[in-house]
T-cell receptor, first 110, second 115 residues
């Protein structure tokens, strides 16, 4: 039972343009949402998060948007850089239990 | 700060053998998580502990898998007997608290290959 879904396994964008990664969830009990970034041969690292009481959180080039009614969140990266190329995991948490999506591989082309 | 430490980094074993993966969480973190990453299913939560107590092991695939946390600084994930379909990268992560609102810190993972 996949409670967190990332329907796009891959995304390719040009350097300098916007990258938009999407995530959907099914469990309305989730109250905290996170994005992790993963490079090959390394563990995922935390990127940005948002509480369910907010609809937007911004940190530099990264912005996460939350639409609770649609059970949807997205990560925007502007402008995209080649170093952003990685696998991005969406995660949702409730009472400490965290569930991850399958990941989206982002490739930013110079 | 050493971060989450996992050992071994790579493990190659034959089907039927016992495999033990080890994890040392970040000091002071109360929660510990074991994940498995595969191409097909992404990151799957296997089990997590709060204050050394297993809270949810519903993600453990079958009885061949077991996990222990004898103290706050050490946890093991054991597979006995191992099967080729267990081949994956296994991650351990720790978090300051066992509630929402805290990110998890991941170790580098153990790549397990069962032949």
């Amino acid at each position: 039972d996949q409670q967190v879904k990332q329907n796009s396994p891959s995304l390719s964008v040009q350097e300098g343009r916007i990258s938009i990664l999407n995530c959907d969830y099914t469990n309305s009990m989730f109250d905290y949402f996170l994005w992790y970034k993963k490079y090959p041969a390394e563990g995922p690292t935390f990127l940005i998060s948002i509480s369910s009481i907010k609809d937007k959180n911004e940190d530099g080039r990264f912005t996460v948007f939350l639409n609770k009614s649609a059970k949807h969140l997205s990560l925007h990266i502007v402008p995209s850089q080649p170093g952003d190329s990685a696998v991005y995991f969406c995660a949702a948490s409730a009472l400490g239990d965290m569930r991850f999506g399958a990941g989206t591989r982002l490739t930013v082309k110079p | 700060d050493a971060g989450v430490i996992q050992s071994p980094r790579h493990e190659v074993t034959e089907m039927g053998q016992e495999v033990t993966l080890r994890c040392k969480p970040i000091s002071g973190h109360n929660s510990l998580f074991w994940y498995r990453q595969t191409m097909m299913r992404g990151l799957e939560l296997l089990i997590y502990f709060n204050n050394n107590v297993p809270i949810d092991d519903s993600g453990m695939p079958e009885d061949r898998f077991s996990a222990k946390m004898p103290n706050a600084s050490f946890s093991t994930l054991k597979i006995q007997p191992s099967e080729p379909r267990d081949s994956a990268v296994y991650f351990c992560a720790s978090s300051p608290k066992g509630t929402s609102g805290y990110e998890q810190y991941f170790g580098p993972g153990t790549r397990l290959t069962v032949t």
